[in-house]
């Protein structure tokens, strides 16, 4: 039988973990404190109860972990990874932004590419859209597809994730960018300033990653604004509601990345060098 954990009971975490449970009876919402999330499943206004265990109270190993916890608190939650995890745990990060993994010294990690689009507010979350997760393809990822073929997860398998994971944050570079600064959910790309800042974002981040060695399709931009097209009015991206909020946000994991490897190319990036100056002005000051 096969035990899982999700670690942080965000959007991401309680939408994996709500899937899972109705599948799997050995399955741990791991936080902060005891809770109960009230979540909303996108085809279903009724509350389903989602009860959070104490990560420092996770007794015993298991067998698959997602990671849904913000980028820039993983090094906290690692530790405790660490301690639930055997020398045969899949360790699947489900993250925005870029993780080296190879830092974290782990047998079997990965880093997912994410779509699942939901609010957190308080103790309930709205699932908005999408339960896909994008993974390196191996023997051990294909045996865990497997496991989920029935649950309404999709995992897809990638020869190549790298090139996934920068299509990814091209994705949040642009909308993640534009919500959070302008303090305005998907709306704000129906003023022309906003969808102008938006495809210049994008035009130079394209540049960095081609500079990186990633092959992208020529219509790459449009490709993402079609995504954003199909976005609500009122749906706002992590980074928004954290901005909104003055939590800390996952820049460095995002436009930061972009950033320097833009610098370490010699690039000219003018709008991400402005936006990413502004962001981590901001996360300087959430610090304090």
């Given at each position: 039988m096969t035990k899982f954990a999700v670690i942080g009971p965000g959007a991401?975490?309680?939408?994996?973990?709500?899937?899972?449970k109705k599948s799997f009876s050995t399955v741990s919402l791991l936080g902060r404190q005891h809770k109960t999330i009230n979540y909303y499943p996108g085809d279903n206004n009724v509350?389903?109860?989602?009860?959070?265990?104490?990560?420092t109270e996770a007794k015993g190993k298991v067998d698959v972990v997602f990671v849904a916890v913000k980028t820039y608190q993983l090094d906290s939650v690692m530790p405790h990874i660490q301690r639930i995890c055997s020398s045969n745990t899949l360790v699947i990060l489900a993250q925005n932004g870029y993780v080296n993994t190879d830092s974290l010294q782990l047998p079997h990690i990965y880093q997912a590419v994410v779509y699942i689009s939901g609010q957190k507010q308080h103790?309930?979350?709205?699932?908005?859209?999408?339960?896909i997760l994008h993974i390196q393809k191996d023997s051990h990822t294909q045996a865990l597809a497997r496991q989920l073929q029935h649950t309404q997860l999709t995992l897809v398998?990638?020869?190549?994730?790298?090139t996934k994971i920068w299509y990814k944050l091209l994705v949040n570079l642009g909308i993640n960018t534009v919500t959070a600064l302008t303090q305005t959910p998907a709306k704000v790309l129906q003023t022309e300033e906003a969808k102008q800042l938006c495809r210049d974002l994008l035009l130079e981040g394209v540049q960095v990653a081609k500079a990186e060695g990633i092959q992208l399709p020529q219509t790459i931009v449009d490709d993402i604004f079609s995504i954003y097209n199909g976005y609500p009015d009122e749906m706002g991206t992590s980074m928004y509601y954290d901005y909104l909020h003055s939590r800390p946000i996952e820049v460095e994991a995002i436009q930061g990345f972009i950033f320097h490897k833009g610098i370490k190319h010699n690039l000219a990036i003018?709008?991400?060098?402005?936006?990413?100056?502004?962001?981590?002005?901001?996360?300087?000051?959430?610090?304090?």
């Open positions: 991401v975490g309680c939408t994996i973990a709500y899937e899972l509350a389903q109860p989602l009860n959070v265990t104490p990560l103790d309930n979350v709205l699932h908005y859209r999408d339960e398998l990638e020869d190549d994730i790298t003018p709008t991400i060098r402005t936006t990413y100056k502004l962001l981590h002005a901001y996360q300087q000051h959430v610090k304090l």
